[in-house]
T-cell receptor
Framework: ETGVTQTPRHLVMGMTNKKSLKCEQH?????MYWYKQSAKKPLELMFV???????ENNSVPSRFSPECPNSSHLFLHLHTLQPEDSALYLC????????????FGDGTRLSIL | DAKTTQPPSMDCAEGRAANLPCNHS???????VYWYRQIHSQGPQYIIH???NNETNEMASLIITEDRKSSTLILPHATLRDTAVYYC?????????????FGTGTRLQVTL
């Protein structure tokens, strides 16, 4: 139990579908992150939110659209994905973005048909 | 952030200490050493971090050399549940330095 919950755990979608990944934390953290982990590749940081404002966007294609309605919830909206987007998507949170340890969820395993 | 070098894999017998090395020869004075691990089918888990003094918590000990160019994570009594990929990360603390740069880590296999 990490305190960071991601749903769904598994998702299969076609390239024309629209779906959303959800992340929830009740650790009192004020920063949240999306990471992508592809097979045999290191984790890649996608987005960072601090106090519900996006502070970092690492050249992620526009078919990935994050949303942070409050400090406890983070979404990743997906549309018109490509087969190479199949990966494990991980959410994390931390108390601030200055170096405090990040707590990760167990991820959503996404498969694009 | 400084780059780290770790062996790709290690084995350890259950009940013995697991000593995982990490080289970070280009570390800067304001950079901390962090350790995370990732057990199969789970997200990464924070273990410990330190600047220059040795650190210990309920999970592990972190030994940093005096010149700070390398460190060792010690799991004092490894169990099968410690089988995971262990990541050594170096990054600055403070400001908006939010990025954790994960490398390929060390795959630790704990065996009976």
């Amino acid at each position: 139990e990490t305190g960071v919950t991601q749903t769904p755990r598994h998702l299969v979608m076609g390239m024309t579908n629209k779906k959303s990944l959800k992340c929830e934390q009740h650790l009192g953290h004020n920063a949240m992150y999306w990471y992508k982990q592809s097979a045999k590749k290191p984790l890649e940081l996608m987005f960072v939110y601090s106090l519900e404002e996006r502070v970092e966007n690492n050249s992620v294609p526009s078919r990935f659209s994050p949303e942070c309605p409050n400090s406890s919830h983070l979404f990743l909206h997906l549309h018109t994905l490509q087969p190479e987007d199949s990966a494990l998507y991980l959410c994390a949170s931390s108390l601030g973005t200055g170096g405090q340890p990040q707590h990760f969820g167990d991820g959503t395993r996404l498969s694009i048909l | 952030d400084a780059k780290t070098t770790q062996p790709p894999s290690m084995d350890c017998a259950e009940g013995r200490a697991a000593n995982l090395p990490c080289n970070h020869s280009t570390i800067s004075g304001n950079e901390y050493v962090y350790w995370y691990r990732q057990i199969h089918s789970q997200g990464p888990q924070y273990i410990i971090h330190g600047l220059k003094n040795n650190e210990t918590n309920e999970m592990a000990s972190l030994i940093i050399t005096e010149d700070r160019k390398s460190s060792t994570l010690i799991l004092p009594h490894a169990t099968l549940r410690d089988t995971a990929v262990y990541y050594c990360i170096v990054r600055a603390f403070g400001g908006t330095a939010s990025k954790l740069t994960f490398g390929t880590g060390t795959r630790l296999q704990v065996t009976l």
